[in-house]
Structures are given as C-alpha cells and as structure tokens.
C-alpha cells in the first residue's frame, strides 16, 4: 500500500517516543525495500515448533554428548589431558558441552531482546517487519537450547564475562545500527561458525540438528544485518564510521576469549592457568579460533567497516584470509543442510507409518 493516499506528507506523521532508546512509528508503507521484504516472507515461511522438529526422545551419553572425537576437545594433547582417566575425561566433556549450550543459550537471549528493541527503533517498516519474525526465532532457540540443558545435560553455566560485557554494551546503547552491529553481525555471526562446527563434526543427532536448525534461522538474521547497515553506514561521517570500526576492534579481541572455557576449568579443579595458556598457545585451537571469524570478517567488509584498524586487528588474531568468502553461498549451504535433514526426517516417519501399517494387516 503507497503512502500517496495520505492528505498530508507522511513525514509529518512520523512519530518517534523518547527513553532508554527512540522508538520510532513509521507510518511509510511503500514497497520499495524489495530484499527486505522477501527476507520477511521468508522469515515467515521457515518458523517452525522446536517441540515438533525435533527428535527430544534421543538419549544423550553424558561422557560424550555431542558424540566428537577427542582431537576436538580443547585441552586434547595437553599434559592435563593426557595425565587423566577416562572418567574425568567424561566429565571435562560434560561439562565443556553444557558450558558451550549454555553459552548459545545466554546469547541466544541477548538477540530475543535486542530483536525486540530493533522492533521499536529501527526507521523503515520494511525492517520492522522482519524483525518481528526475528523475535519468534530467538524466542524459539532460547526454548530448544534451555530445553535440551534441562532434559539432555541435566548441567547449565552462568553467562561468560566476556559475553555479558558484550551484551550489555550492545543493549544499553540506544543507536539502533548498533544493535545491528553488535547482535546481527558480530556475536551472531561468532554463533553462526560455532553452531556450523558442532553441526559438521556431532555425531549426536540431536546437538547436530538442533545447531542446523538454529543457523537456518540465524543466516538469515545475519543477511538482515548486513541489508541494513549496506545501506546506512555510507551515510555516515569518517568518524562516526570509525567509531563502529573502534567498537568491532574491541568486541573481536573480547569474543577471541569466549571459547577459552575458563569458568569450566575453575569449576572442576583443573589448573585453569595452564588449560588456558596451553590452549592460546595449541595451532587446533588457533585453527578454531581463526574458523570462528569466518562469517564475521567477509560481512563486515561487506557492510564497509573493514578500514586499516580492522584489517591491523583481524591480521592480529589471525584471521585476516576470510574477507572475500561468499556469504550467500554459506547462507546457501546452511539452508540446503537444514531442509535436507528435514526431507531425511519426513522419509523416516513415513516409513515408520508403512511399518504399522503393514504389521497391523
């Protein structure tokens, strides 16, 4: 519907309510923003029931519960690890996994509230929209991750100080961008390669698909992210780009120590000192560590806040080689890995119905 039926120009209509952040009513209703919107459609279309597509009657090995090898555990090939027996290295696996979903978990809720705020602060209606698609599938992850804490790990960690930093500087600033920025693209797009390494590697079906239906959802949220800012940040002045490139700076070197795990080895007792230099000092974890920038690098040159401090940043941590990946084509595979799982899920529940049928005769 055109706003050219309104008697009045509808930029006198605009309506912005001031507090903690501006809520903004546009009354605009043109259909202009034609990515946005089709992301919309497709926001609509792929919601789905955690409590249906998932299978929660799998029983999860407690020893083990993501099924991966012992090379993928972080402390692997550590003096530490090498010095224990098999039942405390059960538990360092139990509790690594917990701590990880928990994580997800936490996160997962930083987005719910800050898709909520993007409802209300971000100008365009056509943003609007799919943000309010984007607070039903945050308020789903946050129900699949706390749900299989509960049922399947019968284990919870609290929110990583790193991660809390983060999120509050995210959600107490009122600049609506910069709730894109920080939630769309880089603590999501952190998600995004953590949940696609437990995807490709688990042999757990359930912390498999669960993570691959999660980052159907999440490509998207990350495609809005980088629609929006595309369109903004060339608006801005040199330095008030450069603020958001200082604050990307700050927010990759912080999330470099999100995956350290400190809090676990503290918990059980293990030398956390010597877990987390082995591990900062281990070419596996610098490998999965560099992998974790992976959708966060190439975006944000994509959005243009890939300047001489972010490059001197990214060539720091080492992850300097991911600035010309194909975002599309990994949104591509992440969608194509999900609707496979779903067609292999389908076919089994109709083979099951043939099964019955054909016993019953």
């Known amino acids: 519907m055109s706003t050219r039926m309104y008697a009045l120009p509808v930029e006198q209509t ?10 903004v009513f546009d009354w605009e209703y043109d259909e202009g923003r034609d990515r946005l919107l089709s992301l919309y ?12 597509r998932l299978d929660w009657t ?5 020893s083990n519960p993501m099924g991966i090898p012992d090379e993928a555990v972080s402390i692997f090939g550590s003096p530490i690890w090498d010095s224990m027996g098999e039942k405390d290295r059960a538990m360092v696996r139990h509790h690594l996994a917990s701590w990880q979903f928990s994580q997800f978990l936490h996160g997962e809720q930083g987005a719910l509230i800050c898709s909520s705020k993007i409802v209300h602060t971000v100008p365009g209606l056509d943003a609007k929209f799919y943000a309010a698609t984007q607070v039903m599938d945050e ?30 500087e995210v959600i107490s600033d009122s600049r609506w961008d910069m709730t894109y920025l920080g939630m769309q693209v880089l603590i999501e797009g952190l998600a995004l390669a953590a949940f696609g390494l437990i995807r490709d590697i688990a042999t757990e079906p359930l912390a498999s698909t669960l993570n691959a239906y999660v980052m159907q959802d999440e490509a998207r949220h990350v495609a809005f992210g980088r629609l929006a800012l595309r369109d903004y940040y060339p608006e ?21 120590q999100r995956f ?27 490998l999965f560590q560099s992998h974790l920038f992976s ?32 975002l599309d084509q990994m949104m591509e595979q992440d969608e194509k890995i ?8 389908i076919e089994q529940v109709e083979k099951a119905i043939i099964v019955g049928r054909t016993a019953g005769e």
């Open 338 to 345: 999900a609707d496979d799982l779903d067609r292999a899920r």
């Open 295 to 326: 959708r966060i690098v190439p975006t944000l040159g994509d959005i243009g806040l890939f300047g001489d401090r972010m490059r001197q940043a990214f060539a720091d941590i080492g992850i300097i080689g991911y600035e010309n990946a194909d």
């Open 236 to 256: 801005l002045t040199q330095a008030e780009r450069a603020e958001r490139e200082e604050f990307c700076v700050e927010a990759c070197y912080l999330m470099r």
């Open 260 to 286: 350290l795990g400190e809090e676990v080895w503290r918990n059980l007792d293990i030398d956390a000192d010597e877990c987390v230099e082995y591990m900062r000092n281990s070419e596996h974890f610098k």
């Open 58 to 62: 799998i029983e999860v090995d407690l």
């Open 14 to 23: 605009r309506w912005e309510v001031p507090g903690g952040s501006t809520t």
């Open 139 to 168: 308020a789903r992850h946050v129900e699949v991750y706390s749900r299989y804490l509960r049922e399947k790990l019968d284990l919870a960690y609290p929110i990583s100080p790193g991660l809390k930093s983060l999120l509050d």
């Open 41 to 52: 459609e497709k926001g609509k279309q792929k919601q789905w029931d955690g409590a249906e």
